[in-house]
């Protein structure tokens, strides 16, 4: 395995929503690179012929049946949520201002 | 037996209960001790988030007056519980140890929450815990670590640290923990306790914040192997909401509990987790138990598992994934911590912002390596590779358990270590799993118990019990039997011997 | 919005010179009672943020349970397009934030699709007359469907310039299949008539199998269009994928525009970017999206919550058992069975009147007549009051009626209609209408006779000119003894009576 590097950290904080500070950067980059060495060590038993486990339970079609039930309450909904406006959660703009 | 005159924290779940029924004590008068101490405690050993005393009263004197009306009462109503902080109860605080939800109050109850109010179990409150239950020592908490009542400068274990302390403290005689990797039989080890994680899918998860969906399980812990047992047979069982429960009959625990019996049962030591390299107290306390067990009339013998030293790297590989997508909901939209919506942030900005602020070390580090290991590229070599695996460690459960009844081991390699010990070193940190990860990547059920003090440092040894996938009686059997000739060497319990605080 | 938008080529131009290629993503909403993974209500028009639950908000410790009449459809579905049906599939999570999903991720399907390689035939009509083309599918699976964003502030009410945006969540996890074709490769100048043709037999199929309703007006049927040019004999080229085309117009529309506007890139000696387009129904054309959207890694893995599907075989042929006749079989059979042609079967298809017409040549009317009715009068009647034929007042059981009382000679044409005026109008049934208007063909010949004399007298320059052999003239004292008979006449016979009357013969 190759090591992880700072940019990548950089790419996986981006995905991940994690606004992380340089100094964080430069911690997990070294942190992660040492976690996954370790962990690496998985690679040297999985050879192709074994099967992947997904779940524990050997489970299979759990299905409900398709009927409508009450739903919660929209205020108590609401109460929880950081901004609400017209019956609906309020959220920042979608777009950055650079590209709009 | 009579409790009139004796201090009621000191007494079992079933005790309790019984006086309850009996009437010989009120349920309002057992939650009222607790309270009592939880207050005079609890600024010490911070078990407790939430300490939710008006409802847990109510519920208490609804209890009394169930009884009162000539009401036929349930085996464990009116006992004091205290409650992990991951399952939610509707508009009571469930932070899962993070400042993300600090404030969050759900609008539902947990499976787990509703079986234990249907019970009549009396909820204290809240307990601390690593943040989104990561971590082995509750270090990782947003608001601050929980101490072990044994030696209040070390870890009370973790994740469910906030849960075994509670039950060490005194401050209640039955907890919910749940364990991912195992958050309940590690903090149950360190604090002289007793800790179940059921076989995967035994306790519907609706309603526990999922850290990583398939390897999660809540289950019951106490002071003694039947009042674990009396908790388990409440909180397990199909719901149809969960669509990873099982639907079908819970194994008989408690008479499990109450046979306590292994004669003629084949017990098997897991060569890779035999007890070497283990701190010396606790290798020791491990033999001398096997030793008792032989003596009951159990059968050692010692089977490989080759694939277990594997088991760590599949882990936190399998673990950081799902977590990182189970904790993507955590971004400051519907509900939960908001950071920097001042208008001049976009919502992509606002949500890296709030997850920033809003998770801590741990939980960010988990997040990132899961994003790696699940990113274009790597996914086959890391998560695929990790489930593969987990396919090898159950083929290994499975061939041992067709020449053993069940397997055991130490389950922590160390007793309690010092806060701040390891905090700064994950890899050492995750080292503490060792020997119960296995478990969760099989799906099996496993028990902590005490079986002594570490000569060493005199703290406490955890010995661990695992059963095949729905076999959890077998826990029950080995645990009680264990722990009578125990309790017969010793003359009391483990935990009498733990500070008075 | 600095980049200036490329010239284009005329459609038709542009085809001469390249080849197509195209493929579509749709998806459609199910018509299910409950959401895919939890038990909310699925109707449309709710208040905001009543239709909601701790599953489908995505609240902390919240589980999904799977709706099996979504996955019964979808088998049904695949079975109707004649897919492979997989025999153990799963779930997938599909990783990436935005505000209208809940848990930032949507639970999807990955590489194990329930059902996959299957084929769907439309007709398209070309000049030498119909033509078949095979769209290949690729795959059809399930999904949930997004919250609904309302943007606020800014002056446009668009994405672009909002200050903040609002979210309703009642259409989150709504049950979605997501239906993928193969790349669809030699339709040359028609590439724009099947990607239509495609949408709209898919539509009349999850129709006619009763797993949707397919209300394009409320977004319940969604198209991704994916299309890329190149040169003849020469490889595929770099496709675009132009999102949020959501009506059949609309999915000719993004063909077209998108053609011209490659094939003009294409042949400045630009290259087409692969990129995600919005399509804008107003404009009738698309916009480039945002470039980050490409850089995203959705880090798909198995959904943990849920367990794998295993349809059984006897399942499977249980949920075959329940095909209706698919769209393309009935017309087949219809246009043989009423003698028509392709081009007056869809005349019947886009009225609605299908089961109508149907429906009335059972009870005993000629084909041509059911139709005329039903796709004309009837048709104008229900467009004016702006309701479907179907909800009419009239059934196939008044137009048999109706055709016997014609065919007798009871009444005609324009009294035919009037019956049908006062059935829509509540008046009764047929003969009650009848009797209460009195319409009846005035077949009494002295009475006949007694209006052609009255007309004759009122117009004598008119009956001076049949008289001197100019019979055309005689359409105008039909007309008024039409008229002073209310229509309850006979025309011809009018005109029979009062060429003998005059002592004239037909030339």
């Given at each position: 395995?190759?090591?992880?590097?700072?940019?990548?950290?950089?790419?996986?904080?981006?995905?991940?929503?994690?606004?992380?500070?340089?100094?964080?950067?430069?911690?997990?980059?070294?942190?992660?690179?040492?976690?996954?060495?370790?962990?690496?060590?998985?690679?040297?038993?999985?050879?192709?012929?074994?099967?992947?486990?997904?779940?524990?339970?050997?489970?299979?079609?759990?299905?409900?049946?398709?009927?409508?039930?009450?739903?919660?309450?929209?205020?108590?909904?609401?109460?929880?949520?950081?901004?609400?406006?017209?019956?609906?959660?309020?959220?920042?703009?979608?777009?950055?201002?650079?590209?709009? | 037996?009579?409790?009139?005159?004796?201090?009621?924290?000191?007494?079992?779940?079933?005790?309790?209960?019984?006086?309850?029924?009996?009437?010989?004590?009120?349920?309002?008068?057992?939650?009222?001790?607790?309270?009592?101490?939880?207050?005079?405690?609890?600024?010490?050993?911070?078990?407790?988030?939430?300490?939710?005393?008006?409802?847990?009263?109510?519920?208490?004197?609804?209890?009394?007056?169930?009884?009162?009306?000539?009401?036929?009462?349930?085996?464990?109503?009116?006992?004091?519980?205290?409650?992990?902080?991951?399952?939610?109860?509707?508009?009571?605080?469930?932070?899962?140890?993070?400042?993300?939800?600090?404030?969050?109050?759900?609008?539902?109850?947990?499976?787990?929450?509703?079986?234990?109010?249907?019970?009549?179990?009396?909820?204290?409150?809240?307990?601390?815990?690593?943040?989104?239950?990561?971590?082995?020592?509750?270090?990782?908490?947003?608001?601050?670590?929980?101490?072990?009542?044994?030696?209040?400068?070390?870890?009370?274990?973790?994740?469910?640290?906030?849960?075994?302390?509670?039950?060490?403290?005194?401050?209640?005689?039955?907890?919910?923990?749940?364990?991912?990797?195992?958050?309940?039989?590690?903090?149950?080890?360190?604090?002289?306790?007793?800790?179940?994680?059921?076989?995967?899918?035994?306790?519907?998860?609706?309603?526990?914040?999922?850290?990583?969906?398939?390897?999660?399980?809540?289950?019951?812990?106490?002071?003694?192997?039947?009042?674990?047992?009396?908790?388990?047979?409440?909180?397990?069982?199909?719901?149809?909401?969960?669509?990873?429960?099982?639907?079908?009959?819970?194994?008989?625990?408690?008479?499990?509990?109450?046979?306590?019996?292994?004669?003629?049962?084949?017990?098997?030591?897991?060569?890779?987790?035999?007890?070497?390299?283990?701190?010396?107290?606790?290798?020791?306390?491990?033999?001398?138990?096997?030793?008792?067990?032989?003596?009951?009339?159990?059968?050692?013998?010692?089977?490989?598992?080759?694939?277990?030293?594997?088991?760590?790297?599949?882990?936190?590989?399998?673990?950081?994934?799902?977590?990182?997508?189970?904790?993507?909901?955590?971004?400051?939209?519907?509900?939960?911590?908001?950071?920097?919506?001042?208008?001049?942030?976009?919502?992509?900005?606002?949500?890296?912002?709030?997850?920033?602020?809003?998770?801590?070390?741990?939980?960010?580090?988990?997040?990132?390596?899961?994003?790696?290991?699940?990113?274009?590229?790597?996914?086959?070599?890391?998560?695929?590779?990790?489930?593969?695996?987990?396919?090898?460690?159950?083929?290994?459960?499975?061939?041992?358990?067709?020449?053993?009844?069940?397997?055991?081991?130490?389950?922590?390699?160390?007793?309690?270590?010092?806060?701040?010990?390891?905090?700064?070193?994950?890899?050492?940190?995750?080292?503490?799993?060792?020997?119960?990860?296995?478990?969760?990547?099989?799906?099996?059920?496993?028990?902590?118990?005490?079986?002594?003090?570490?000569?060493?440092?005199?703290?406490?040894?955890?010995?661990?019990?695992?059963?095949?996938p729905m076999a959890d009686d077998r826990l029950y059997l080995v645990g009680a039997a264990l722990e009578s000739a125990l309790y017969d060497q010793w003359g009391h319990?483990?935990?009498?011997?733990?500070?008075?605080? | 919005?600095?980049?200036?938008?490329?010239?284009?080529?005329?459609?038709?131009?542009?085809?001469?010179?390249?080849?197509?290629?195209?493929?579509?993503?749709?998806?459609?909403?199910?018509?299910?009672?409950?959401?895919?993974?939890?038990?909310?209500?699925?109707?449309?028009?709710?208040?905001?943020?009543?239709?909601?639950?701790?599953?489908?908000?995505?609240?902390?410790?919240?589980?999904?349970?799977?709706?099996?009449?979504?996955?019964?459809?979808?088998?049904?579905?695949?079975?109707?397009?004649?897919?492979?049906?997989?025999?153990?599939?799963?779930?997938?999570?599909?990783?990436?934030?935005?505000?209208?999903?809940?848990?930032?991720?949507?639970?999807?399907?990955?590489?194990?699709?329930?059902?996959?390689?299957?084929?769907?035939?439309?007709?398209?009509?070309?000049?030498?007359?119909?033509?078949?083309?095979?769209?290949?599918?690729?795959?059809?699976?399930?999904?949930?469907?997004?919250?609904?964003?309302?943007?606020?502030?800014?002056?446009?009410?668009?994405?672009?310039?909002?200050?903040?945006?609002?979210?309703?969540?009642?259409?989150?996890?709504?049950?979605?299949?997501?239906?993928?074709?193969?790349?669809?490769?030699?339709?040359?100048?028609?590439?724009?008539?099947?990607?239509?043709?495609?949408?709209?037999?898919?539509?009349?199929?999850?129709?006619?199998?009763?797993?949707?309703?397919?209300?394009?007006?409320?977004?319940?049927?969604?198209?991704?269009?994916?299309?890329?040019?190149?040169?003849?004999?020469?490889?595929?080229?770099?496709?675009?994928?132009?999102?949020?085309?959501?009506?059949?117009?609309?999915?000719?529309?993004?063909?077209?525009?998108?053609?011209?506007?490659?094939?003009?890139?294409?042949?400045?000696?630009?290259?087409?970017?692969?990129?995600?387009?919005?399509?804008?129904?107003?404009?009738?054309?698309?916009?480039?999206?945002?470039?980050?959207?490409?850089?995203?890694?959705?880090?798909?893995?198995?959904?943990?919550?849920?367990?794998?599907?295993?349809?059984?075989?006897?399942?499977?042929?249980?949920?075959?058992?329940?095909?209706?006749?698919?769209?393309?079989?009935?017309?087949?059979?219809?246009?043989?069975?009423?003698?028509?042609?392709?081009?007056?079967?869809?005349?019947?298809?886009?009225?609605?009147?299908?089961?109508?017409?149907?429906?009335?040549?059972?009870?005993?009317?000629?084909?041509?007549?059911?139709?005329?009715?039903?796709?004309?009068?009837?048709?104008?009647?229900?467009?004016?009051?702006?309701?479907?034929?179907?909800?009419?007042?009239?059934?196939?059981?008044?137009?048999?009626?109706?055709?016997?009382?014609?065919?007798?000679?009871?009444?005609?044409?324009?009294?035919?209609?009037?019956?049908?005026?006062?059935?829509?109008?509540?008046?009764?049934?047929?003969?009650?209408?009848?009797?209460?208007?009195?319409?009846?063909?005035?077949?009494?010949?002295?009475?006949?006779?007694?209006?052609?004399?009255?007309?004759?007298?009122?117009?004598?320059?008119?009956?001076?000119?049949?008289?001197?052999?100019?019979?055309?003239?005689?359409?105008?004292?039909?007309?008024?003894?039409?008229?002073?008979?209310?229509?309850?006449?006979?025309?011809?016979?009018?005109?029979?009576?009062?060429?003998?009357?005059?002592?004239?013969?037909?030339?």
């Amino acid at each position: 395995m190759t090591a992880i590097t700072r940019a990548e950290v950089a790419h996986l904080a981006t995905l991940a929503r994690l606004d992380l500070t340089e100094t964080e950067l430069d911690h997990y980059a070294q942190q992660l690179d040492v976690i996954l060495q370790s962990v690496a060590r998985v690679s040297e038993i999985a050879s192709a012929d074994i099967p992947a486990t997904s779940h524990p339970l050997p489970l299979e079609n759990v299905f409900r049946d398709d009927i409508a039930r009450p739903c919660l309450d929209r205020a108590e909904v609401l109460a929880a949520a950081p901004a609400h406006e017209d019956d609906r959660f309020r959220v920042p703009r979608i777009l950055d201002e650079e590209l709009s | 037996m009579t409790i009139m005159g004796s201090d009621l924290t000191r007494q079992t779940a079933a005790v309790l209960a019984e006086a309850i029924r009996t009437g010989e004590a009120s349920a309002a008068e057992v939650t009222q001790a607790h309270l009592d101490r939880i207050s005079s405690v609890d600024e010490r050993v911070h078990a407790f988030l939430h300490v939710d005393t008006e409802a847990a009263l109510e519920s208490a004197r609804s209890v009394d007056t169930k009884r009162s009306s000539g009401e036929v009462l349930g085996p464990l109503a009116g006992v004091p519980l205290a409650l992990k902080d991951v399952l939610t109860m509707r508009g009571v605080p469930t932070t899962c140890g993070s400042r993300m939800l600090e404030n969050w109050r759900p609008p539902y109850d947990s499976s787990v929450v509703e079986r234990l109010r249907a019970a009549d179990i009396v909820i204290l409150g809240k307990t601390n815990m690593d943040e989104f239950a990561m971590g082995s020592s509750t270090e990782h908490s947003a608001y601050g670590p929980s101490h072990n009542p044994w030696d209040l400068e070390r870890i009370p274990g973790g994740s469910g640290g906030g849960s075994a302390a509670a039950l060490a403290a005194f401050e209640a005689p039955l907890a919910i923990g749940t364990d991912t990797g195992g958050s309940i039989r590690q903090p149950a080890a360190v604090t002289g306790t007793v800790g179940v994680k059921p076989t995967y899918g035994g306790v519907p998860r609706y309603g526990l914040v999922a850290l990583a969906s398939s390897l999660d399980q809540a289950g019951p812990c106490a002071r003694t192997v039947m009042d674990t047992a009396l908790l388990h047979s409440i909180i397990a069982g199909y719901d149809p909401r969960d669509s990873t429960s099982i639907n079908a009959p819970v194994p008989d625990v408690v008479a499990a509990a109450a046979k306590a019996d292994v004669r003629g049962m084949r017990i098997g030591i897991v060569t890779e987790l035999n007890g070497e390299g283990y701190q010396a107290g606790v290798a020791q306390r491990f033999r001398e138990s096997l030793a008792i067990l032989e003596h009951l009339g159990a059968e050692i013998i010692e089977v490989g598992c080759p694939s277990f030293e594997y088991a760590l790297g599949a882990y936190y590989l399998i673990l950081p994934s799902e977590a990182s997508s189970n904790l993507a909901r955590f971004d400051g939209m519907r509900y939960g911590l908001r950071v920097g919506d001042d208008g001049s942030h976009s919502v992509e900005q606002v949500m890296s912002l709030t997850r920033e602020a809003g998770f801590g070390a741990e939980v960010k580090r988990r997040i990132m390596l899961g994003t790696y290991a699940l990113s274009s590229g790597y996914y086959d070599a890391y998560y695929g590779s990790a489930q593969k695996v987990r396919t090898l460690i159950m083929r290994d459960f499975a061939s041992a358990f067709e020449s053993v009844d069940v397997l055991v081991s130490p389950t922590a390699p160390t007793t309690a270590f010092k806060i701040g010990e390891k905090i700064d070193d994950p890899l050492a940190m995750y080292l503490n799993d060792i020997a119960t990860i296995p478990v969760n990547l099989a799906g099996n059920a496993a028990m902590s118990l005490p079986v002594g003090l570490a000569p060493e440092d005199g703290l406490p040894v955890g010995f661990q019990i695992m059963a095949p996938p729905m076999a959890d009686d077998r826990l029950y059997l080995v645990g009680a039997a264990l722990e009578s000739a125990l309790y017969d060497q010793w003359g009391h319990l483990l935990i009498e011997e733990a500070p008075a605080l | 919005m600095s980049t200036a938008m490329p010239e284009t080529i005329p459609y038709d131009e542009a085809l001469n010179l390249f080849e197509p290629v195209f493929g579509l993503e749709v998806h459609v909403e199910m018509g299910t009672n409950s959401k895919m993974f939890c038990s909310c209500p699925t109707a449309f028009g709710g208040e905001p943020n009543t239709q909601v639950c701790p599953v489908c908000l995505g609240l902390p410790g919240s589980m999904p349970v799977v709706n099996r009449t979504a996955v019964e459809s979808t088998i049904r579905i695949g079975l109707a397009l004649n897919c492979t049906i997989a025999e153990w599939c799963r779930f997938a999570r599909k990783n990436y934030f935005y505000p209208d999903m809940p848990k930032d991720y949507q639970i999807s399907q990955y590489d194990e699709p329930l059902c996959s390689n299957g084929y769907l035939d439309v007709t398209v009509a070309t000049v030498e007359g119909p033509k078949v083309v095979r769209v290949e599918i690729e795959r059809v699976h399930m999904e949930e469907d997004t919250g609904k964003l309302t943007h606020a502030g800014g002056a446009t009410g668009r994405i672009h310039g909002a200050d903040y945006s609002l979210v309703d969540y009642n259409r989150a996890g709504i049950p979605l299949i997501e239906i993928v074709t193969k790349p669809v490769a030699g339709a040359g100048h028609l590439v724009a008539d099947v990607a239509k043709a495609y949408v709209a037999e898919l539509r009349d199929l999850m129709r006619a199998l009763g797993v949707s309703d397919v209300r394009m007006e409320e977004g319940s049927l969604r198209c991704d269009v994916n299309l890329s040019l190149n040169k003849p004999g020469s490889p595929m080229g770099t496709r675009s994928e132009t999102k949020n085309v959501n009506s059949l117009r609309s999915v000719e529309r993004a063909v077209r525009s998108e053609v011209e506007r490659q094939s003009a890139l294409l042949t400045a000696g630009g290259r087409v970017v692969q990129e995600t387009r919005h399509f804008h129904e107003d404009i009738g054309r698309s916009t480039s999206g945002r470039s980050k959207e490409q850089a995203e890694d959705y880090r798909y893995f198995p959904e943990p919550d849920l367990v794998p599907i295993a349809p059984s075989p006897a399942w499977i042929d249980e949920l075959r058992s329940t095909l209706p006749e698919l769209p393309s079989a009935k017309r087949s059979r219809l246009e043989a069975e009423w003698g028509i042609t392709p081009f007056e079967l869809a005349t019947v298809v886009n009225a609605g009147a299908l089961d109508l017409v149907e429906e009335t040549i059972e009870a005993g009317v000629e084909s041509a007549a059911a139709r005329k009715w039903w796709t004309g009068e009837l048709l104008r009647t229900a467009n004016d009051q702006g309701i479907e034929l179907a909800d009419l007042p009239v059934t196939p059981a008044h137009i048999a009626r109706v055709e016997a009382l014609v065919a007798d000679g009871s009444l005609n044409d324009k009294l035919a209609r009037q019956v049908f005026e006062g059935v829509i109008a509540g008046e009764g049934d047929v003969d009650e209408v009848i009797t209460s208007r009195g319409l009846a063909v005035v077949s009494d010949d002295a009475a006949l006779l007694a209006a052609i004399d009255e007309a004759l007298v009122a117009q004598p320059d008119v009956a001076e000119k049949i008289r001197s052999g100019k019979v055309q003239a005689a359409g105008a004292i039909v007309g008024a003894v039409m008229k002073s008979t209310r229509g309850q006449a006979d025309a011809a016979k009018v005109r029979a009576l009062l060429l003998d009357r005059l002592g004239v013969t037909e030339a």
